[in-house]
Structure formats: structure tokens, C-alpha cells
T-cell receptor, first 113, second 111 residues
């Protein structure tokens, strides 16, 4: 069974803190994605990685960075958290040739105070 | 990506088939139809996809009309756990990195 796990379901941080969100997949997928989901705005892509140490910016990369040191792990970093980064963060993975068939993790609901 | 139109909400009785329609009249020849769902407070879940033939897997069946301008996702025996928002997405194979979900259909399965 395909499995994408995220390090936390709920997270509360203070403005200015550095935040790490971890995502691990056990399907040997080449592609990994970080999205955020906000009411009325749908899913928005933050970053995408197609291989270890490779990354591409999505639609809203500002304020975020990513790290992919191992194939199975894709980390999202909020360098200095701000209140407008309060959101649901979703990690997904897919095979290289089938980006439309993405498998999502359960999500991390982040609240920045 | 082709534009899709789905009803905002639908109800279904538990144990009955849930038939969720999607209109995609501007679909191009190389575009597939994908279905995802999102249960409240969880990540989206891939269900099924197809090009022109009907498809079936352990979760659902996908019926695509001959002119490909519409499709129907069928959950043959809906359960309460199928209550979710169902999204129909039309896009070409490997076109872009981001999945774009429209409004979707909120399916409520009732006892």
C-alpha cells in the first residue's frame, strides 16, 4: 500500500521561528511535492523535486525553502515563520512519468501565532 | 488544462451507488480525466483516471462518454467513509507539476 507520511498533524509556532516540515514516502517515487491548501484558494504548489538534490519553484515559493538529501525524504523549511503562513501543508509524491497520479500525505495544519 | 464543471453537492444513501458527474466539453484528444477525493482534514486521495475507455479499480468505476465531453465516477456501494469532496481534473499526460483542483462535488453519504 502506498504511503506518504508527514512528521506532524498539528503544529503551533511563533512568528519568526524556523519551522521544519518533514515528508517521507516509501514508494521509491522520483517526484515529491509540497503544497499548501487554504479555504477559497485551493491547492497551491510551493516546491517540487524530481530527484535527489533537485528542486523547482512552484507558484508560491517565497518564504519557503526545501531540502531533498535522500530520495524518500522531502523537507519544507519556513526560514522565519509569519502569520500568513498559517495553513494546511500537504506533501505528495509520484513516479517520474506520471505527475498526475500523486499520492498525498495526511497534511500538517500549521498555526503561526 | 480543460475546464470541468461538477455539481456543488450530492447526497447518497449508504449502500447505494453514488454517481458523480463531470462535464469537460473542451477536452482535447491528449487529455486524461482524473478523479481525486478529499475527506475532511485529510490529504487528497487519487481514485482513478482514464482516457477514453471505461476504467474500474478497487475503489470506483469511471465511465467516459464516447465523445469524451463528460464522465461519471461511480462508487458502487457507498459507505459513510466515502463522504468527501470529489474532484474531476482534466489534463494532458505529464503536463506541468501542479495539480489544480476546481470546486469539486461535496458528496454526503447518509445512513
Amino acid at each position: 500500500d502506498v504511503k506518504v507520511t508527514q512528521s506532524s498533524r498539528y503544529l503551533v509556532k511563533r512568528t519568526g521561528e524556523k519551522v521544519f516540515l518533514e515528508c517521507v514516502q516509501d514508494m521509491d517515487h522520483e517526484n515529491m511535492f509540497w503544497y499548501r491548501q487554504d479555504p477559497g484558494l485551493g491547492l497551491r504548489l510551493i516546491y517540487f523535486s524530481y530527484d535527489v538534490k533537485m528542486k523547482e519553484k512552484g507558484d508560491i515559493p517565497e518564504g519557503y525553502s526545501v531540502s531533498r538529501e535522500k530520495k524518500e525524504r522531502f523537507s519544507l523549511i519556513l526560514e522565519s515563520a509569519s502569520t500568513n503562513q498559517t495553513s494546511m501543508y500537504l506533501c505528495a509524491s509520484s513516479l517520474a512519468e506520471t505527475k498526475e497520479t500523486q499520492y498525498f500525505g495526511p497534511g500538517t495544519r500549521l498555526l503561526v501565532l | 488544462d480543460a475546464k470541468t464543471t461538477q455539481p456543488t453537492s450530492m447526497d447518497c444513501a449508504e449502500g447505494r451507488a453514488a454517481n458523480l458527474p463531470c462535464n469537460h466539453s473542451t477536452i482535447s484528444g491528449n487529455e486524461y480525466v482524473y478523479w481525486y477525493r478529499q475527506i475532511h482534514s485529510q490529504g487528497p486521495q487519487y481514485i482513478i483516471h482514464g482516457l477514453k475507455n471505461n476504467e474500474t479499480n478497487e475503489m470506483a468505476s469511471l465511465i467516459i462518454t464516447e465523445d469524451r465531453k463528460s464522465s461519471t465516477l461511480i462508487l458502487p456501494h457507498a459507505t459513510l467513509r466515502d463522504t468527501a469532496v470529489y474532484y474531476c481534473i482534466v489534463r494532458a499526460y505529464n503536463a506541468g507539476n501542479m495539480l489544480t483542483f476546481g470546486g469539486g462535488t461535496r458528496l454526503m453519504v447518509k445512513p
